[in-house]
Structures are given as C-alpha cells and as structure tokens.
C-alpha cells in the first residue's frame, strides 16, 4: 500500500490523521463523475452509488470480521460512533470503562459510569474488570440485577502510548459476567488486523481519517438488538420507514439505515472500503514487522537521550503499536514541536492528545521514574505507519540529540 506525502515534509503524525491512500483516492476520483443521491433515485447514477456504498458496508463488515447479524453503521468517526452507541443504550444499562480512555471513550457514557483505575500492566486490568464486574453483580449490597445490561468500554490500542490492550482476555472476562463489550479500534486498525467474531466483542469502532482514509468516514459494527431498538441517532429522512399526517405518527427503519440519517458521505464510505479491501490483499505480516523495526529504532533512538523520557503504562516491552509519547526535560512540549516543524520540516503533536487523565497521570509517572524535576506539563507524540522511513525515524531522533 501507498500513500500520499509532501515531499521535504516529514510526517511523524499519523496518529492523529493518517495521509490519504492511494487506494482510498483513487477510489473517490473513479466514484466522482457518478456522485448522485443514495438510496432516493431510479436514475443510473443513483443506482450506481446506492450500490457502491452498500458495497463499501459488506467490505468494511468482511474487514473486521463482522457477524452475519451484526450492523455496520456509518458515522464521522469514532468519537461520533461511540455517541451513536451510548445514545442507544437500554435504559439504565451500567457502563464500566477505565480512566487511561481516549475522551471518546469517557465522555459519550453516563454520569454513574465506573471508572477503573489505570492499570500498571495488561493482566492488572483483566483482574479489576473482573473485580469490579463481579461486585456489580454481586447478591449482597446494591447489586445490578442479573437481567441488568451491563456495557464495558475499552482501547484496543492507546492513543498516546501506543501501547496494546488484552481485548479478547477483557471480552472473555464480559462474557463470564453476562455484560457486552465495546471497543476502541481507531489506533489498533491501521496497525494490525482486528476481528469482532474471533476477538468476541459486542461492538467496535474505527475511523477512516486514521485508517488513510481521510474523508469523513467511520463506522460503529455490533450486535443488532440495542440498536434497533433506540431511537435513531439522527431523526430525518432515510431514517424512516413512513410518516403520517402528525410529525410523531412516525415508524422508524430498522437495520444501519435507522441511525443514517440524512445524505449519507458516499465518498466517505467508498473511501474507507477501498482502503479495507487494499489492507486485505496486503501482507499485513510484513506491514507489522516493518513497522516494528521502525518503532524499535525510534525507541532505541529516544532512550539514549539522557534529556528525553518516554511515556509508558505498562512494562518497557508490552506489545505496541506506531506511537511513541516522549517528554524533553527542561523544554516546553509547544516549543519542541514548533522548533521540530520549523527547523527539520518534522510534524509531531504535542498537548494532552485528548486523553488528558491518562496523559497527566504518565507525566506524573514520568517523573518519578526519571528523578527529575523539569519535565513539562504537557508531552510530544510520535507516531509512524505506512511511508514512514529509517531516514525520517533517524532525522527526528537526530533533532532531539541537538536540543540537549
């Protein structure tokens, strides 16, 4: 798979938005001379796009191995798909996640959500989920009823350590204590393959803008019953089956198109199939390995800068993927990544990466791990992937030896 870049530019960003396929462009510029209504015409163009986005529905659902009866919905986004989700949630359904989340894995749930602490170590977390999902069932006290829907939320992959979560062990955990289980797939997906039916999870979603598919597209796939049963996440036109003379005499669809309302991103979602599809006739063995080496060698790089701290939640050689947070001791994480765009043409991302509880508390560990006293408040982030080089891996890591 190729992608598109800028030539002099060195992109080390991809975790906050992924530079465009090739596959996902060519399928837009081949789809646009089309580009009609969807679903609403009788019209050639129209019957061409209709099948062309239900095409890309079935390739999305092949690419994370969805269930016969799961939906594949299309939204924004993750953050979108996670809303769409905790909007659909049976009336007082307990929510159990953990602190460490990316915002769109806190935010969406509701005010009584228990949160977990972060744990030091996969295992841990596999044991306080465990823990806390058996004292919500447990007979003595305010327990949840047996019958009571119980939802966990959780990272497959950590937005700001890269670091990889044990989601089959935490689904089997779920599973044991008759709760569902949603994950987080927007930094796993563009790394390694993920598949609802054998990992099984109960929902899942990803995002096309980190998946090189930057046009607008995510997609939010799960069991059926809780969503065809809320209301629609959008109220209009596609998401109903009929309207009477009353604007509440309404019967809503049933199946994706319940909670599609509106024109739907067309090019979105064609986008993100193509880009599926590329990733399924790839050698994602070798994709991983290659980016393995790369992240090896920025680690490597990182840890013999006596002025440079990395971020981490787990053990130094936990599985990860592509990302790396980092601080420089002594230097402003704004103005590292300004003098790294400035001066070497290197795209980083510097702040909190909107999982400011998580980030705080490594900051805080970073610290006490270093013994120093001059490390900043906020973190810089790495991230590599496809089109990434050694060069460019060696250039960022040569401009962080200068700074010390």
């Known amino acids: 798979m190729s992608v598109f870049g800028v030539p002099g530019q060195i992109n080390l960003d991809l975790a906050a938005s ?14 646009l001379p089309w580009y009609a209504s969807v679903h609403r015409g009788a019209g050639a163009l129209s019957r061409r796009c209709t099948l062309a ?40 359904t307990a929510v159990v996640t953990f602190a460490g989340e990316h915002h ?16 030091t170590d996969p295992q841990e977390a596999v044991r306080s989920l465990a823990a806390a999902l058996a004292e919500l069932r447990a007979p003595s006290g305010h327990p949840v009823p047996a019958d009571r829907p119980v939802l966990v939320a959780v990272t497959a992959a950590s937005n700001v350590t890269g670091e990889v979560w044990p989601v089959a062990e935490l689904a089997r955990v779920a599973r044991r204590h008759g709760a569902r289980i949603v994950v987080d797939a927007a930094q796993l997906a563009p790394h390694a393959p993920v598949d609802v039916d054998a990992l099984d999870v109960d929902y899942l979603a990803l995002s096309g803008h980190k998946l090189y598919a930057p046009f607008g597209a995510g997609v939010l796939v799960g ?38 309302a509106g024109t739907p991103n067309l090019l979105g979602a064609a986008a993100l199939a193509a880009v599926c599809a590329a990733f399924e006739a790839a050698d994602r063995t070798a994709l ?84 120093r006293s001059d490390l900043p408040p906020t973190a810089v982030r790495a991230s590599i992937g496809l089109g990434t080089t050694e060069a460019e891996v060696d250039e960022l890591v040569g401009a962080l030896a200068a700074l010390g």
């Not at 992924?18 to 789809?31: H, I, M, S, Y």
């Not at 986005?53 to 016969?68: I, K, N, S």
């Not at 769109?104 to 602490?117: G, Q, Y």
């Open 53 to 92: 986005y239900e095409q890309a529905r079935q390739t999305v659902a092949d690419f994370v191995g969805a269930r016969a009866g799961d939906h594949v919905v299309f939204t924004r986004n993750t953050t979108d798909a996670l809303n769409l989700l905790a909007r659909a949630l049976p009336a007082g």
């Open 18 to 31: 992924a530079p465009c396929a090739r596959a996902a462009a060519d399928a837009v510029a081949e789809l």
């Open 104 to 119: 769109a894995n806190l935010l969406p749930w509701p005010a009584d959500t228990v949160r977990l602490p972060v744990p």
């Open 223 to 260: 069991r059926a019953d809780w969503l065809d049963a809320a209301p629609p996440y959008l109220a209009g036109g596609g998401a109903t089956a009929s309207v009477g003379e009353s604007c509440h005499d309404v019967t809503w669809n049933s199946g994706p198109a319940r909670h599609e």
């Open 288 to 371: 991983h390995d290659r980016e393995q080496a790369l992240l090896a060698r920025l680690r490597t790089g990182l840890a013999a800068l006596p002025h440079v701290v990395e971020l981490r939640t787990f053990a130094p050689d936990a599985p990860r993927v592509g990302i790396v947070s980092f601080v420089v001791a002594g230097r402003d994480s704004g103005e590292v990544a300004a003098h790294l765009a400035q001066e070497h043409a290197i795209g980083v991302r510097d702040g909190l990466f909107c999982a400011h509880p998580l980030a705080r508390r490594l900051l805080a560990d970073a610290t006490t791990r270093s013994g």
